[in-house]
């Protein structure tokens, strides 16, 4: 392997520290070996390419999947990802989740080391150990370490009902059965164990799981304001929102008013009832809108005024409204 | 008389160096670098006609003509620098001693402007009131080389960032080296990264048996050979014949051999070895260790941190050996000093780092962090142990035979602590000292149990932090001032993760 270049550039700017080269003639030599460096390599680069597991067929179009690294980690897609909607686009993904034993993080790094090399299968091609990934209860796919480089591959089938889970199970909001820890390409979240169920909920930086989510609730009077869409009642981290329908595609959101949500209050959960209840105007006869407070984690809704803040809000307290006049708390906690 | 401006890169540093210089003298920092290459990210626009090469700031097509900006956040500093630069006689330029203060007291001058010879460039590879008189009393003109050696690792830096797009970064990190640091270091982690997961483990076994004489004096022997080859067993089976022979076998001491040996105390520290023995002993980043280092050195209380020499200055040696003397008493002091040779690269007059005092005992400083005190405390002793004598042991080995196989026992046992009374050493698992029973060669020694057991071959071990650094330093790749931010740079970027200490190289699609 070639360290020398890059030694003896190291080594040169000593000696034009040292006086005895001239800088920019160092300058020089090196800008021209890089670029004639940069393009071979721009001849040579490699894309992104995935790797392709004929054994797997995509759910939704049965071409084969191929395994894709992203920064966000490694997951299949549909290999029609590719294609143009006139030929049958499909964007089809399937999460990977880890099939290896849980990475124990002990003292003696190297026996953890070794025992994880002897658990691994080898790889086809070139002998290096795989990478082993779930895609359902019966199918664990085994992928060279050299991913993308080695495109080695084996699928295993089987039974491998998460076996050895011992990590924390929550009830399912929607029906019932248990829900486990599982990692996806976005990180770590909880994944209902019923089949028919895809209900997921994500583990919050505390380690709890996230509380459940609200299911959109469709609101067809509400027009858009810029795209021709109407608006749904969304639950996000930062608490109820309205977004366009075909949300993220169309990027417009913006906070309900109080009176928006109220021919609602049987769709929504018992938890927000409350919040049909918040009185409509306030005092000077804005509309009241529903926020969020980021510090307090709670709904309180605020006066608005032709989009600036009124200066009134109300918070919900000891099972009532409670309205606070024109503070500047308010007004500030508002323009957030 | 007017009064002088000294300026330095730091306010701490500002601060001690304020308490040894009269009253004629003003001390201010530049608080960091004071102008850099443009970055786009600093909101104005660039103007064309005052920066023909653009965001990239330099040309390399013309003349590496570079456009250097202000920084946006120093214009109220430079203000105040310019306007105190005016009104004294004298500028001092007293930045640090390696090329980047080299560089930074010349863009001072740059700035501030005026007669190039009012500035004065002071540099002293530590803040105590001997250094810092000596080296006003004797101040010396920037060095142009150093500043363009600086200039050029800036320009190449900033090309290669320019003109790689960050994906094709990542195919260069592993397959061609850009002249650039952070590369190879990735490179290193990759290529160790595909040794580990080609690497097939393979079985062997051990085979431990504990021995006793007819007094009941035991000892604990490893079998090592088998009809003179290296006893390996490469599975049960192969063990298992063994045991079933080494189970009927008689023992017989077959040889002894007594020696003296010796351990020689450590050089004293340069960065690369501070931050292994840092890493090591207190659990400390590369990067943790070079901010505690710096606030030392800074408040006076070691030397220049970022250093691959291990010089000692004549006067720092003579205190040590006085202190060693007093402290420890004669027999600690060895006739001569200990003297450790740089390697060759060792690229300018610095010295190991040290402390400036070292009758200045760990704990006795006031107000320092408990984390600062320890790496003092680290430095300290490293720096007392390479003035001491070698510890001294006593070491034996046992030789015993038994049917076709050869058994060893190996002991030791300290006679002189030496450097060890300051620098207690580092004991892996089982790696205690034991003194041998007294067993005469041609006695015979019964079995008492055999004991096999069962290991895999390791792959090579993952870098550390430390260890990349040492590997880099090897192949003379870095410098002392580079090393932190190289580790940073190649973390940051998302190429390599650490995990419980250890580097893991990122899949990359
Ligand atoms: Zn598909
Ligand atoms: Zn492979
Ligand atoms: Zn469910």
Redesign the pocket.
């Given at each position: 392997m070639d360290y020398g270049f890059t030694a003896g550039l190291e080594e040169e700017l000593d000696k034009v520290a040292g006086g005895e080269l001239e800088w920019k003639t160092v300058l020089d030599t090196w800008y021209k070996q890089f670029t004639a460096k940069l393009a071979t390599a721009d001849e040579n680069m490699r894309g992104n390419q995935p790797v392709e597991i004929p054994e797997i067929t995509c759910p939704a179009c049965e071409r084969p999947m191929a395994v894709r690294t992203a920064s966000t980690g490694v997951f299949m897609s549909c290999t029609g990802y590719a294609l143009s909607k006139k030929e049958g686009k499909c964007t089809k993904t399937i999460n990977l989740v880890s099939g290896d034993e849980a990475e124990a993080v002990g003292d003696d790094d190297e026996e953890h080391e070794v025992n994880a090399l002897r658990d691994k299968r080898r790889?086809p091609?070139?002998g290096?150990a795989m990478d082993s990934w779930l895609i359902d209860e019966e199918r664990k796919l085994h992928i060279?370490g050299?991913n993308p480089d080695?495109t080695?591959n084996e699928v295993e089938k089987g039974q491998f009902k998460i076996k050895g889970y011992d990590g924390p199970v929550i009830e399912c909001d929607k029906c019932g059965s248990d829900m486990q820890l599982r990692s996806g390409r976005f990180g770590k979240y909880f994944g209902c164990t019923a089949e028919d169920c895809k209900n997921t909920r994500k583990l919050l930086r505390s380690g709890q799981a996230a509380p459940p989510k609200m299911d959109p609730v469709p609101m067809p009077e509400l027009q858009c304001q810029k795209a021709d869409d109407t608006y749904v009642l969304r639950d996000g981290a930062a608490g109820l929102f309205l977004a366009a329908k075909s949300y993220p595609r169309v990027r417009e959101t913006r906070n309900p008013q109080v009176r928006e949500i109220k021919p609602h209050k049987d769709e929504l959960p018992e938890k927000y009832h409350f919040l049909a209840d918040a009185p409509e105007l306030d005092p000077d006869g804005n509309p009241m809108v529903i926020r969020f407070s980021r510090k307090t984690s709670d709904h309180y809704v605020a006066g608005d005024k032709d989009g600036k803040p009124s200066g009134h809000a109300a918070y919900f307290e000891n099972g009532k409204w409670e309205l606070k006049g024109a503070t500047k708390g308010a007004a500030k906690a508002k323009k957030k | 008389m007017g009064k002088s401006l000294v300026i330095v890169e730091s306010p701490a540093k500002a601060k001690t160096i304020n308490k040894y210089l009269g009253k004629d003298f003003v001390v201010r920092s530049s608080v960091g670098h004071i102008r850099d290459l443009p970055t786009s990210g600093r909101g104005k626009p660039i103007d064309k006609k005052a920066n023909p090469a653009g965001k990239m700031g330099v040309d390399p097509e013309h003349g590496w003509k570079a456009y250097y900006e202000v920084l946006p956040s120093k214009e109220k500093v430079l203000a105040e620098l310019q306007k105190l630069a005016a009104e004294a006689d004298e500028v001092y330029l007293a930045t640090d001693l390696d090329r980047e203060g080299e560089a930074i007291a010349w863009h001072l001058r740059e700035v501030i402007g005026g007669d190039p010879a009012r500035f004065k460039r002071v540099t002293f590879s530590e803040i105590t009131k001997t250094a810092i008189q000596a080296a006003f009393a004797q101040p010396g003109t920037l060095n142009m080389s150093r500043v363009n050696a600086q200039q050029a690792r800036r320009f190449l830096d900033r090309v290669v960032g320019f003109m790689l797009s960050p994906l094709l970064w990542k195919k260069v990190a592993r397959n061609l080296s850009a002249g650039r640091v952070q590369s190879v270091a990735v490179r290193l982690v990759v290529e160790r990264e595909r040794e580990v997961k080609a690497f097939v483990p393979e079985e062997y076994w051990e085979m431990f048996a504990d021995l006793a004489d007819a007094q009941g004096t035991g000892v604990r022997a490893q079998v090592t050979k088998f009809k003179g080859e290296a006893f390996k067993p490469r599975s049960q089976a192969d063990s298992d014949a063994a045991v079933a022979v080494l189970e009927s076998a008689s023992y017989q001491i077959a040889s002894r051999e007594d020696k003296p040996s010796k351990s020689k105390p450590p050089a004293p520290f340069i960065t690369s070895s501070l931050q292994q023995a840092a890493s090591l002993r207190l659990g400390f980043s590369v990067k943790k260790t070079m901010t505690l280092a710096q606030r030392l050195y800074e408040a006076g209380h070691i030397t220049y941190m970022r250093t691959d020499s291990r010089n000692l200055s004549q006067d720092a040696v003579n205190t040590c050996r006085g202190f060693i003397e007093g402290q420890y008493g004669p027999q600690y002091l060895p006739e001569k000093p200990n003297v450790y040779a740089s390697s060759g690269s060792a690229q300018e007059a610095h010295e190991a780092i040290r402390p400036t005092d070292v009758r200045r005992e760990p704990g006795e400083i006031q107000n320092l962090e408990k984390d600062q005190e320890r790496l003092y405390d680290l430095i300290w002793r490293q720096f007392v142990a390479c003035q001491m004598p070698p510890a001294e042991y006593d070491t034996s080995a046992i030789t015993v035979a038994a049917a076709d196989y050869e058994l060893r026992a190996r002991g030791r046992v300290l006679r002189f602590d030496g450097f060890f009374k300051i620098l207690p050493p580092v004991r892996k698992k089982g790696d205690d000292d034991l003194e041998l029973p007294d067993l005469k060669p041609g006695s015979d020694v019964a079995l008492q149990k055999l004991d096999p057991s069962q290991h895999f071959t390791k792959p090579s071990a993952r870098f550390t932090e430390a260890s990349l650094v040492r590997e880099l330093e090897k192949k003379s790749i870095g410098r002392p001032s580079t090393y932190a931010s190289i580790i940073s740079t190649i973390q940051d970027r998302g190429y390599v993760k650490l995990v419980n200490r250890r580097f893991y190289a990122e899949k990359m699609g």
């Amino acid at each position: 392997m070639d360290y020398g270049f890059t030694a003896g550039l190291e080594e040169e700017l000593d000696k034009v520290a040292g006086g005895e080269l001239e800088w920019k003639t160092v300058l020089d030599t090196w800008y021209k070996q890089f670029t004639a460096k940069l393009a071979t390599a721009d001849e040579n680069m490699r894309g992104n390419q995935p790797v392709e597991i004929p054994e797997i067929t995509c759910p939704a179009c049965e071409r084969p999947m191929a395994v894709r690294t992203a920064s966000t980690g490694v997951f299949m897609s549909c290999t029609g990802y590719a294609l143009s909607k006139k030929e049958g686009k499909c964007t089809k993904t399937i999460n990977l989740v880890s099939g290896d034993e849980a990475e124990a993080v002990g003292d003696d790094d190297e026996e953890h080391e070794v025992n994880a090399l002897r658990d691994k299968r080898r790889c086809p091609k070139c002998g290096t150990a795989m990478d082993s990934w779930l895609i359902d209860e019966e199918r664990k796919l085994h992928i060279c370490g050299n991913n993308p480089d080695c495109t080695g591959n084996e699928v295993e089938k089987g039974q491998f009902k998460i076996k050895g889970y011992d990590g924390p199970v929550i009830e399912c909001d929607k029906c019932g059965s248990d829900m486990q820890l599982r990692s996806g390409r976005f990180g770590k979240y909880f994944g209902c164990t019923a089949e028919d169920c895809k209900n997921t909920r994500k583990l919050l930086r505390s380690g709890q799981a996230a509380p459940p989510k609200m299911d959109p609730v469709p609101m067809p009077e509400l027009q858009c304001q810029k795209a021709d869409d109407t608006y749904v009642l969304r639950d996000g981290a930062a608490g109820l929102f309205l977004a366009a329908k075909s949300y993220p595609r169309v990027r417009e959101t913006r906070n309900p008013q109080v009176r928006e949500i109220k021919p609602h209050k049987d769709e929504l959960p018992e938890k927000y009832h409350f919040l049909a209840d918040a009185p409509e105007l306030d005092p000077d006869g804005n509309p009241m809108v529903i926020r969020f407070s980021r510090k307090t984690s709670d709904h309180y809704v605020a006066g608005d005024k032709d989009g600036k803040p009124s200066g009134h809000a109300a918070y919900f307290e000891n099972g009532k409204w409670e309205l606070k006049g024109a503070t500047k708390g308010a007004a500030k906690a508002k323009k957030k | 008389m007017g009064k002088s401006l000294v300026i330095v890169e730091s306010p701490a540093k500002a601060k001690t160096i304020n308490k040894y210089l009269g009253k004629d003298f003003v001390v201010r920092s530049s608080v960091g670098h004071i102008r850099d290459l443009p970055t786009s990210g600093r909101g104005k626009p660039i103007d064309k006609k005052a920066n023909p090469a653009g965001k990239m700031g330099v040309d390399p097509e013309h003349g590496w003509k570079a456009y250097y900006e202000v920084l946006p956040s120093k214009e109220k500093v430079l203000a105040e620098l310019q306007k105190l630069a005016a009104e004294a006689d004298e500028v001092y330029l007293a930045t640090d001693l390696d090329r980047e203060g080299e560089a930074i007291a010349w863009h001072l001058r740059e700035v501030i402007g005026g007669d190039p010879a009012r500035f004065k460039r002071v540099t002293f590879s530590e803040i105590t009131k001997t250094a810092i008189q000596a080296a006003f009393a004797q101040p010396g003109t920037l060095n142009m080389s150093r500043v363009n050696a600086q200039q050029a690792r800036r320009f190449l830096d900033r090309v290669v960032g320019f003109m790689l797009s960050p994906l094709l970064w990542k195919k260069v990190a592993r397959n061609l080296s850009a002249g650039r640091v952070q590369s190879v270091a990735v490179r290193l982690v990759v290529e160790r990264e595909r040794e580990v997961k080609a690497f097939v483990p393979e079985e062997y076994w051990e085979m431990f048996a504990d021995l006793a004489d007819a007094q009941g004096t035991g000892v604990r022997a490893q079998v090592t050979k088998f009809k003179g080859e290296a006893f390996k067993p490469r599975s049960q089976a192969d063990s298992d014949a063994a045991v079933a022979v080494l189970e009927s076998a008689s023992y017989q001491i077959a040889s002894r051999e007594d020696k003296p040996s010796k351990s020689k105390p450590p050089a004293p520290f340069i960065t690369s070895s501070l931050q292994q023995a840092a890493s090591l002993r207190l659990g400390f980043s590369v990067k943790k260790t070079m901010t505690l280092a710096q606030r030392l050195y800074e408040a006076g209380h070691i030397t220049y941190m970022r250093t691959d020499s291990r010089n000692l200055s004549q006067d720092a040696v003579n205190t040590c050996r006085g202190f060693i003397e007093g402290q420890y008493g004669p027999q600690y002091l060895p006739e001569k000093p200990n003297v450790y040779a740089s390697s060759g690269s060792a690229q300018e007059a610095h010295e190991a780092i040290r402390p400036t005092d070292v009758r200045r005992e760990p704990g006795e400083i006031q107000n320092l962090e408990k984390d600062q005190e320890r790496l003092y405390d680290l430095i300290w002793r490293q720096f007392v142990a390479c003035q001491m004598p070698p510890a001294e042991y006593d070491t034996s080995a046992i030789t015993v035979a038994a049917a076709d196989y050869e058994l060893r026992a190996r002991g030791r046992v300290l006679r002189f602590d030496g450097f060890f009374k300051i620098l207690p050493p580092v004991r892996k698992k089982g790696d205690d000292d034991l003194e041998l029973p007294d067993l005469k060669p041609g006695s015979d020694v019964a079995l008492q149990k055999l004991d096999p057991s069962q290991h895999f071959t390791k792959p090579s071990a993952r870098f550390t932090e430390a260890s990349l650094v040492r590997e880099l330093e090897k192949k003379s790749i870095g410098r002392p001032s580079t090393y932190a931010s190289i580790i940073s740079t190649i973390q940051d970027r998302g190429y390599v993760k650490l995990v419980n200490r250890r580097f893991y190289a990122e899949k990359m699609g």
